[in-house]
């Protein structure tokens, strides 16, 4: 298995409080995403990044923000939680040409109440 | 811009039968097709991907997909499953990083669930 490691594994927090999400890889590898995955919609790119301080919006990015201050760490931070952003949250690297796919992380539960 | 439906969202079958999920694809000059499988509880692992060339690709525990350029269709095989291939299977298609600024962006199907009874 790829050296990806999410944390937390579960949250339930309330509508309103910030929540912050974390990936930290061990591969070394340049490319980082953040997905959710919701029932009915498979997996949905939120935010992504190429390096350090290097980062763009996907295509569900609204009431996200990401950070990247070091190349194995990509924080996801939810600034006011809503029940909308119940999911499960998926974090991926993938460094082309090397590999030509994407390694995906073993998820964060996310339930807000 | 691009997007993929899996026609079926559950596929019943039982055990030692032969399965096929369907996948397809809206149309691109040029894509690379995945499929990936997410056992409960676990995250995504690659069962095989198309990037070019031979248009039957095969992946791990048994299954093969095949590509069809005309009918932007991608869909997974196995001549007979078993019942630890029950899981979700997910579909999914990605510009090549050569014309994505190197990045693996990734559109999924919502995935199809496949339930092997004994």
């Known amino acids: 298995d790829a050296g990806i490691t999410q944390s937390p594994r579960h949250k339930v927090t309330e509508t309103g409080t910030p929540v912050t999400l974390r990936c930290h890889q061990t591969e070394n590898h340049r490319y980082m995403y953040w997905y959710r995955q919701d029932p009915g919609h498979g997996l949905r790119l939120i935010h992504y990044?190429?390096?350090?301080?290097?980062?763009d919006k996907g295509e569900v990015s609204d009431g996200y923000s990401v950070s990247r201050s070091k190349t194995e760490d990509f924080l996801l931070t939810l600034e006011s939680a809503t029940s909308s952003q119940t999911s499960v949250y998926f974090c991926a690297i993938s460094e082309p040409p090397r590999n030509t796919e994407a390694f995906f992380g073993q998820g964060t539960r996310l339930t807000v109440v | 811009a691009q997007s993929v439906t899996q026609l079926d969202s559950q596929v019943p079958v039982f055990e030692e039968a032969p399965v096929e999920l369907r996948c397809n694809y809206s149309s691109s000059v040029s894509v690379y097709l995945f499929w990936y499988v997410q056992y409960p509880n676990q995250g995504l692992q690659l069962l095989l991907k198309y990037l070019s060339g031979s248009t039957l690709v095969k992946g791990i525990n048994g299954f093969e997909a095949e590509f069809n350029k005309s009918q932007t269709s991608f869909h997974l095989r196995k001549p007979s499953v078993h019942i630890s291939d029950t899981a979700e299977y997910f579909c999914a298609v990605s510009d090549p990083p050569a014309f994505s600024g190197g990045y693996n962006k990734l559109i999924f199907g919502a995935g199809t669930r496949l339930a092997v009874h004994p």
């Open positions: 990044s190429y390096g350090v301080k290097d980062t």
